[in-house]
């Protein structure tokens, strides 16, 4: 069990290291967010901007114009809500290469409540054209999508959450920034996952494998743009298609699996996520659990489906 | 179960005199505010102690010290006075002096932070009676007051806005927006204070992100300004006093403060405590030096 925003901090030192043009921002979250080991390494390339991450974000677009790499980071909430419109505006519209680079999404920020959950995030991202979105499931994948982000030309959104979540990758994490990946086969039912949401759909799966029905679950850690050829291939295979990820059921993964399905081929889905509602505060399993953020949760859509 | 007592109001009048009994009481009210903040936290287990235990005075004068004019037995009571907290985090205080008010049952911080609690890690207004406004998310407080301010104002009477705010909050853009809108709109019933500790999560606000000169700054702005030591209760109740007597414009009480006030380690600690909570060994050191 580790955190997603660990494996930020982590590669964002070897970024240092590896890309002198790589430089990180924070509003007064450095410690949360990770990006202590990086300031103290690079105190130069390193800028505090206190609390004020509408500020932060067109400050980092401006120095994307001079050739940096900047990290933008705060909680998901703040960057991208507060500053929604420096990202939409000055991110976006010139197409500049700024990582908006958040931690502490979803319900699983756990007791600091509703106002500091951000379940909304991924529709606020992915609607801005030329936004790429990208939302790991683990230590290993942060790790690998973080180097990966950085590599990358143009905005990405990349969501991270706070508390340790299970290793999906033990061994190798092939990670390529829209390509998804397909962790089990099986042709009764597809769970399309991201986040902390793909350790429980292998829980569901092994359940579901027990009353002897075959699940395919992948990994869809990049939500713009999304991988419709594995889609395809799903839905073909499968027919019954589930998807689940920290976030609100409208605009989110699920929203983006459904536009394309739509179009490609009209296939019955269900959401797991919340129900269109804000979180509350509480331990982040037992949030996950009251708002059927689980493998149980997960189960039951696919009953639904099956 | 605490027992408080209050100071006389005069709706005639919005002079509050402090008298050496009230300012005794006060004292007393503000240490048990103190312990509760101490032990709603320890039990959460996360939560902010430092802001909270910093701004149990002026909690104490506005609550107790006759100021904000409410009804716990009817918190929608349209005459009331408005307290918002755009500083969200630092609720413990604010749910202490709610409770010892009566708006909830004192059982009700125990289950702080907890699933399915009516006390949530920030302000929510309709999970909490007492709570004015939901706020959490920095900066959004100062621009609802203004709303309220301009609300009440044309509604007709006397009723007061007091918004309090933190001192890294400032930073933000919003509450910029809010001061000028609230200057522009001559708000003399609106009173916001700052909460100058001069500490915030990742350190001293003044190293973080200087904010000063923030007197200069409100005064601009077209705000009557004070500073005060916020630990002072002849200090705090002449301010609130002033901005009563002030007309035309809105008041700004910047009141310094140290974080953690009250507990020697947060004390010295400062900003380490904006957001940590004292474990069981540290929390009895804390209650045993606030007399609990
Ligand atoms: C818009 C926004 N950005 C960031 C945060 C996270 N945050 C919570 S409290 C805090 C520091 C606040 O500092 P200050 O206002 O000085 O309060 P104090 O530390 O004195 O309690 C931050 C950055 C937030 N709640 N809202």
Redesign the pocket.
């Known amino acids: 069990m580790k955190a997603t925003r660990d494996a930020f901090g982590a590669a964002l030192l070897e970024l240092g290291k590896e890309n002198p043009n790589v430089v990180a921002l924070t ?3 450095g410690e949360s967010v990770k990006t202590g080991e990086f300031a103290r390494a690079f105190p130069q390339r390193f800028f505090q901007m206190g ?1 004020a ?1 509408a500020n932060m974000t067109d400050v980092a677009a401006g120095m994307a114009t001079c050739g940096k790499i900047p990290f933008a980071t ?2 998901a909430m ?1 960057g991208t809500g ?1 500053a929604w419109e420096s990202v939409r505006n000055t991110v976006g519209y010139p197409h500049l290469n700024v990582k908006i680079a958040c931690t502490h999404s979803g319900l699983s920020v756990g007791e600091d409540g509703a106002s ?1 959950q951000m379940l909304e995030d991924v529709a606020l991202m992915r609607v801005i054209p030329g936004m790429t979105v990208v939302v790991p499931c683990d230590y290993p994948s942060a790790f690998a999508a973080t180097k990966a982000v950085a590599a990358w030309k143009g905005p990405v959104y990349l969501r991270l959450g706070r508390p340790a979540v299970k290793i999906v990758y033990e061994k190798e994490c092939p990670f390529t920034i829209g390509k998804g990946n397909l962790l089990r086969e099986g042709g009764d039912i597809a769970i399309v996952a991201n986040g902390p949401l793909v350790a429980f759909a292998l829980e569901a799966a092994d359940e579901l494998a027990k009353q002897g029905i075959k699940a395919s679950v992948a990994d869809f850690h990049t939500v713009k743009p999304l991988d419709t050829e594995l889609l395809l291939a799903l839905a073909n295979k499968c027919k019954r298609i589930v998807t689940a990820e920290e976030h609100n059921v409208i605009g989110g993964l699920g929203g983006a699996v459904s536009e394309a399905l739509a179009k490609l081929r009209p296939t019955p889905v269900r959401f797991v996520g919340t129900q269109d509602t804000f979180g509350e505060s509480g331990k982040p399993a037992d949030l996950w659990k009251k708002y059927g953020l689980d493998a149980t949760g997960i189960l039951k859509a696919c009953k639904e489906l099956l | 179960m605490l027992t408080m007592t209050t100071a006389e109001t005069s709706t005639m009048s919005r002079e509050i005199r402090l008298t050496d009994a009230l300012q005794t009481d006060l004292k007393e009210t503000a240490r048990k505010l103190r312990v509760e903040v101490i032990k709603m936290l320890a039990k959460a287990g996360s939560g ?1 102690p ?2 909270s235990l910093g701004m149990a005075d002026i909690f104490a004068s506005l609550y107790f010290g006759g100021w904000l004019r409410h009804d716990p037995k009817n918190p929608l009571w349209e005459g009331r006075d408005r307290l918002v907290l755009s ?1 969200g ?2 609720c413990p205080i604010l749910y202490a002096s709610l409770a010892a008010r009566g708006y909830f049952p004192a059982e009700w911080m125990a289950s702080l932070r907890q699933v399915d609690a009516h006390l949530q890690g920030h302000p929510a207004m309709h999970k909490t009676p007492g709570v004015e406004l939901s706020t ?4 959004h407080g100062v621009c609802g007051a203004v709303g309220m301010a301009l609300a009440l104002r044309a509604d007709g009477g006397d009723r007061r806005v007091y918004c309090l705010t ?4 400032l930073q ?1 853009g919003l509450p910029w927006e809010g001061f000028m809108s609230a200057a522009h709109y001559k708000l003399d019933n609106l009173t916001v204070i700052v ?1 100058r ?1 001069d ?3 990742d350190g001293k ?1 003044t190293d973080i992100m200087n904010i000063e000169p923030l007197g200069d700054k409100f005064r601009a702005w077209g705000f009557h300004t004070i500073a005060i030591n916020g630990h002072d209760f002849s200090q705090i109740f002449a301010a609130l006093n002033e901005a009563e007597r002030t007309k035309g414009k809105p008041t700004c009480i910047v009141a310094i403060t140290q ?1 953690g006030k009250g507990v020697s380690y947060m004390e010295k600690e400062g ?1 380490k405590w ?2 940590k909570t004292p474990n069981a060994e540290l929390a009895a050191v804390a209650l045993k030096e606030l007399g609990a």
């Open positions: 509003a007064d979250l609390i991450e705060t909680f703040f507060r500091h | 902010h430092g802001g500083n985090h630092i959490g998310s920095l900066g933190g001192d890294g909050e933000e909460d500790n500490a915030q999560i606000t974080m900003y904006h957001g």
